[in-house]
């Protein structure tokens, strides 16, 4: 059984990224200086979560090389445009001092969360050699999450 | 006079940038694995690059309030998709162990970063608040460049 490395840092950081979320929804309705400092602190994290996934990640494990059972590496990138998107036109409603809800961003998040711990990292972590784990590691280590 | 704090750190990474597409060049000729593993270090560097500047710097720059500043960045980020597009191209050319050319890279890299140091960081510099500057450089810090 190999070490359950990658599952654990991104475990953890999809938490963290939860509770940034949760932080947007306590400041709903609160003074607008809140709400927009917890939504960028949100936004930014996330954006470093994806990079992470995507830069370090997904590309290290060259997923161009035909193996039907990384495909889902592709579904991943669409569902981090999808979630982009959805952040994007919160950020206008926000910009713009709009009322809006999180509902739709929590539902996508969710998904993604528990898709990702369940398919992918753990199916990761022990499919891939030690060496091509360890970059990834010092890859991710690079990123402040 | 205002800090050029945030010049500074970028002109630092284009350097460290520059060292490692040498890095790939002196290795054209060498044993393929290492020709893989410098043009993998450049590449992921390449990327935390980007992220910075259209994550950490751009858009904390609230271009959408600036007409000109929205141009400025829309133009780099333009930049960036040739540069990365750029090097997916190399990337296939190593995977099908073709050889590859970086002059091209190397020009349109130079172009970038000269534009970037003249025209830029140092407006920006001069620009933004001290809390601004003080904001993107923490975030900048965040990834280890």
Redesign the interface.
């Not at chain 2, 810090?141 to 280890?144: H, L, T």
């Given at each position: 059984m190999k070490s359950t490395e990658i599952l654990d840092l991104m475990l953890k950081d999809h938490n963290r990224i939860m509770k940034y979320l949760e932080d947007v929804e306590n400041n709903l309705g609160r003074d607008f200086g809140f709400l927009s400092n917890s939504f960028n602190t949100f936004q930014w994290n996330l954006e470093k979560h994806l990079f992470v996934e995507e830069k370090a990640i997904f590309t290290s494990y060259n997923p161009d090389e035909p193996d039907k059972k990384y495909n889902f590496f592709s579904d991943l990138m669409d569902q981090h445009t999808e979630i982009l998107t959805v952040i994007e036109s919160l950020r206008k409603k926000l910009q713009k001092r709009e009322p809006f809800d999180l509902n739709e961003l929590k539902k996508l998040l969710v998904k993604h969360k528990t898709f990702e711990e369940k398919n992918v990292y753990p199916l990761l972590d022990q499919e891939i050699d030690d060496c091509t784990k360890r970059v990834i590691i010092d890859r991710i280590k690079e990123i402040r999450l | 006079m205002k800090s050029n704090a945030i010049l500074d750190v970028m002109v630092k990474d284009h350097n460290r940038l520059m060292k490692y597409l040498e890095d790939v060049k002196k290795n054209i000729k060498s044993d393929f694995d290492v020709l893989l593993k410098s043009f993998n270090t450049f590449e992921?560097n390449l990327?935390?690059h980007f992220?910075v500047e259209e994550?950490?710097i751009f858009t904390s720059y609230n271009p959408?309030y600036i007409e000109d500043g929205h141009q400025l960045f829309t133009n780099l980020s333009k930049q960036h998709t040739s540069i990365l597009e750029k090097v997916e191209l190399l990337r296939k050319r190593l995977?099908s162990g073709k050889s590859i050319d970086v002059s091209d890279m190397e020009v349109m890299l130079l172009k970038h970063k000269t534009y970037e140091e003249k025209n830029v960081y140092p407006v920006l510099d001069v620009e933004i608040s001290e809390g601004e500057k003080r904001f993107m450089i923490e975030?900048i810090?965040?990834?280890?460049l």
């Open positions: - | 992921w990327d935390k992220f994550r950490a959408d995977r975030r810090e965040e990834i280890r």
